[in-house]
């Protein structure tokens, strides 16, 4: 297209600017800025500078006996002991014992949410999984399987997807959701992490604005990375060398909030990481978060639909899932902020009846088995927001701003948010 | 993770290296790329040096009367028409006459293939849309409003997505798919592409290699993106200075055949272009594609599944999708030949048993659908392969090479294609 001039922020007096509602309670940039400032001194001082990881741990709680957690591992460990591993089933059946995996289990009931550490963790129960017993002798045998590739991953050193595992046997894992559970088997084994098996999950996030960071050897600077914004890379071990001169993270719900703010450049106005994972958040982006967060000690600000799965896509962010509760240390990020949209928001900004939306049944249902979350429960501003919404039985996505001018996210709303440092 | 050591290609006599079928008939890479380049060379003499988009237009076949198709318009000539629209129908009320809207049909019936085009494009029968009708009251409303929304977009010069869209007006709108066919109708009406109305589909695709391009102002160098790749900007408009080395674009069905490649850094050892749109090719990515096609003048290699879903993802870049066809000749990319996998792939490279799929019923009735095709017809190769897929009624995803190794995509199949020149 011919067009190619630049878009500049609308004239004061352009149309719709002036009925901005909210827009004259703006302070000028130089004085949120200052605060913003002051937030992120505070968190750098009280965490502590030496290592980036001070959170308490299991044996901190002396939990670590009755819980199990994976560490990230190198490759050359995981092969070891995959081998020590294989060397025991040999011995096993040489001394005609055949041969039996020991394997932690993952179900529900093994499930335990640690308020100290504000995480789900995997209790210590593990079941055999033996070869010579026909209910288990199909698992066991793909156990096996995945043990040898793994195995031979480790000495390539190259990363696969869960999708190229399953594509090395399908005879015997018939189908992806047998060989993906049992590889998160393997990883509680092993007592590693998935990524320190080599074996990622396809990338879906993207990170834009004030990051320097190393994605396989190349240095990629997120404000030069125009509005596509930087796809994060699906291997966390190939990414370092993070920095940035940002004063906050702002994690996105959806992209098209994302595009917004990466068109707006929003990052060079409040100097910030914009990450978005495109809705459920993925293994990549998850880590990925956790990487900034731990090694630029930056507050993380989160910007969800207010619904009760906006709240949801927090809590993975934060707490974990419960599936990959076995690995919630590496992949959860601790004290991330609820900017908004929040419930009351949707008063507070005047936001239209016509862009709020009816909560289904099923919405309702959700929020209230959220409420009985201890993830939430610890967090009385969340409680009392999540009540508001079941209440009012009205939810509303990020994009219901669009409703006062397309750049109202970027050009007011989120620039008031920091300013009156309005989040729970 | 500690361990940072990159990975090399593994040695000749490394494990399963040895009995990898097909490595020995393998060629020094120097004769391949000499042989590509030779290739590329050819390719660019044909085409006329002088403008990239010197490929026959509906003028050329006098359709241009009986078919329609849109253009890349700039903002100012959107935003005049717009206005001259909306001028027209003021005459007509003030006339009392009511107003109403003249919208091309974008139904399958006004839909016609194209074979000097090798293209879907649409026909010229139109409809009207009164206001003073309860039938159409609704929608010339939904048309007005939209009319008006993208007229804001052209004085702010901004970009947003079709859900950005909706937002600004839910209770109007009631769900998105209306807006959006209305947003396709208003395409069409004001005779332009979508992505000049400023409103872009939310970005899915990814491109690494030897690639630099501009986004939104910034350089690009997808040779330094590490695995993860450059996220594919939504808006081709501020997309621009493509430059780039390489002898082929190499257009990748799935996210995990593009990850092996991104690590192997297979465009290093044959410079490439690589790019995927991760599934379904979204609208970004067929623009983008295009672009690359025509400014730098490379053949375009599909690696998709052998299946029938493969072949039709192949055909959107190729000649459209029929739900766009007023837009084909910006979406489609000319030329795009069939690498693989292919159905006599299957045999060929000996893909074992167990790494193929028996096709579904519904495999078997898109396979059939797909002969009857116009696209595919015109071309005796790929009939000759579907019609081998419909008879042995078996599928391979890419990663069913994943049985012989996981590198044996970029370090065999890959290769020795290029080699043997075998594509369609």
Chains 1, 2 share one sequence.
Request: net charge positive; glycine share 4%; proline share 4%.
């Amino acid at each position: 297209m011919a067009d190619k001039k630049k878009r500049r922020r609308p004239e004061p007096n352009s149309d719709d600017e002036t009925q901005l509602p909210f827009k004259k309670s703006l302070k000028p940039d130089s004085l949120i800025l200052k605060s913003l400032e002051d937030l992120t001194n505070s968190l750098r001082s009280t965490t502590s500078s030496s290592s980036s990881s001070k959170t308490l741990t299991l044996a901190d709680l002396s939990l670590s006996s009755s819980c199990r957690e994976v560490t990230d591992l190198t490759l050359s460990s995981v092969q070891s002991s995959i081998e020590s591993l294989i060397l025991r089933l040999a011995h096993s059946i040489l001394s005609g014992n055949g041969f039996s995996f020991d394997v932690p289990s993952r179900s529900a009931v093994n499930q335990l949410y640690v308020p100290e550490l504000d995480r789900i963790v995997l209790k210590d129960k593990t079941s055999l999984r033996p070869y010579a017993n026909i209910s288990t002798v199909r698992k066991s045998t793909v156990t096996t399987r995945i043990l040898q590739l793994i195995h031979q991953l480790c000495i390539k050193n190259i990363h696969v997807t869960k999708r190229d595992l399953f594509y090395t046997d399908v005879k015997l894992f018939q189908d992806q959701t047998q060989s993906d559970s049992v590889l998160d088997d393997v990883s509680c084994m092993l007592g590693c992490t998935r990524s320190s098996l080599n074996v990622v999950a396809a990338e879906k996030g993207v990170v834009v604005g004030r990051l320097i960071f190393s994605d396989n050897g190349d240095m990629i600077d997120c404000t030069k990375m125009g509005m596509g914004g930087k796809a994060i890379p699906p291997n966390i071990d190939r990414v370092g060398d993070m920095q940035s001169d940002a004063l906050f993270i702002l994690l996105v719900e959806k992209d098209a909030a994302y595009m917004r703010l990466a068109e707006d450049r929003f990052y060079n106005r409040f100097p910030c990481i914009i990450v978005t994972a495109k809705g459920q958040p993925d293994v990549a982006t998850r880590l990925f978060l956790r990487k900034m967060k731990m090694e630029l000690k930056l507050p993380v600000l989160a910007l969800v639909d207010s619904d009760p799965y906006g709240l949801k896509i927090l809590s993975v962010y934060g707490c974990g899932s419960k599936n990959m509760s076995y690995d919630s240390a590496n992949l959860t990020t601790p004290d991330i902020k609820w900017l908004g949209i929040r419930p009351s928001d949707l008063d507070k900004y005047k936001i239209p009846e016509q862009c709020r939306l009816p909560m289904t049944e099923q919405d309702i249902k959700t929020g209230k088995d959220l409420l009985e979350e201890d993830f939430v429960k610890k967090n009385p501003g969340w409680v009392e927001e999540l009540t508001l919404m079941v209440k009012t039985k009205q939810k509303a996505e990020i994009q219901a701003l669009s409703s006062f001018g397309f750049q109202y996210l970027s050009e007011v709303y989120l620039p008031l948010k920091l300013q009156q440092k309005d989040w729970l």
